[in-house]
């Protein structure tokens, strides 16, 4: 007999998606960046923007202590 698969409404589901992830060791936050170079918010932001433009970076959002982020990951060549 086939394995019943739970429903799950679109809202649930992507909440749990959020919740179950976690930064990978690779992976960083414009927050970690404004640290590490004594940048602003708005320089940083812009420049991982143009990074992940250039498809130098990708990007995905996570939930971090509470607040959704993204994190950012160097492309592999």
């Not at 970076?57 to 202590?65: D, E, G, H, Y």
Request: hydrophobic share 35%; net charge positive; glycine share 2%.
């Amino acid at each position: 007999m086939a394995k019943s698969i739970p429903k799950v409404n679109g809202m649930d589901w992507v909440v749990e998606q959020i919740n179950q992830q976690t930064m990978e060791s690779d992976e960083f936050t414009a927050e970690m960046v404004m640290e590490k170079t004594n940048t602003t918010r708005a320089s940083t932001h812009n420049r991982l923007k143009r990074m992940c433009e250039r498809e130098e970076l990708t990007s995905r959002k996570i939930a971090l202590n509470g607040t959704i982020v993204n994190v950012y990951k160097r492309v592999s060549t």
